[in-house]
């Protein structure tokens, strides 16, 4: 049967000292997953089954050294750096002790946020879908495979703008821990090769304008640069 429309291929992330690429399926973000950054958004603290899980289509993402066109409708984007965990292997129902198995290999990501459309969002109890599916919403870095880097516990994890710190802290202060997330992720639905998940940011996210350069980087995994147009 034909296709009626020209049909497309998933989008991918290069991966480190390879000339393949890691075809995306699905992108989770998990969010209040630094205690610091759940206080300071005002949105509540971290009680529930897990801190909280968003979707963000494929078509979103945006490879380093990207340009990200400001998206209409805003006047507020937030980048928030995060430790990106890519799926390898197909599983449900997964056990922690078993979750890391299917894991392909991690890179630095940035979670861009239209912070105005998330509270408008919030106070007519819509959901959040808007303020993070827009074109280039999901910058990935390189993807390093276990292989390379094994998987990584603790680092340094920090976002600067134009050359000025915004954020930092160390994956190690995440809440919930890269194999107790898809341990979580797969007790709803399988976890699929191909899909990534964002784990979460530290404090400080702040508002970035056209024309501005962000440089990410997370100790033993890697570097994002984007630029802002």
Not at 18 to 23: E, G, H
Not at 72 to 99: F, K, N, Q, S, Y
Request: proline content about 8%; hydrophobic content about 40%; charged content about 20%.
């Amino acid at each position: 049967m034909s296709s009626a429309i020209p049909i497309w291929g998933p989008p991918g992330i290069p991966i480190a000292n390879s000339d393949q690429t890691f075809p995306v399926r699905r992108i989770y973000t998990i969010g209040r997953n630094y205690a610091d950054h759940a206080a300071e958004t005002g949105l509540g603290g971290t009680s529930g089954s897990v801190p909280g899980i968003s979707l963000k289509p494929a078509d979103s993402l945006l490879t380093d050294g990207g340009i990200l066109p400001y998206p209409a409708a805003t006047r507020h984007l937030d980048p928030e750096i995060e430790m990106v965990v890519a799926i390898g292997r197909d599983g449900e129902d997964l056990a922690p002790e078993d979750a890391l198995e299917h894991v392909y290999g991690y890179a630095v990501g940035f979670d861009m946020i239209r912070r105005d459309i998330m509270h408008d969002c919030i106070a007519n109890e819509h959901s959040w879908d808007l303020c993070k599916s827009f074109a280039g919403a999901s910058p990935v870095g390189l993807l390093h495979p276990v292989a390379e880097v094994g998987h990584p516990h603790t680092g340094e994890i920090a976002l600067e703008v134009n050359g000025e710190l915004r954020q930092q802290g160390d994956i190690g202060q995440l809440i919930w821990k890269t194999a107790d997330i898809i341990a979580k992720l797969s007790s709803y639905a399988p976890v699929r090769a191909g899909d990534i998940v964002f784990t979460g940011t530290p404090k400080g996210p702040k508002a970035v304008e056209p024309g501005d350069r962000l440089a990410g980087q997370i100790s033993g995994i890697g570097t994002l640069h984007i630029s802002i147009k």
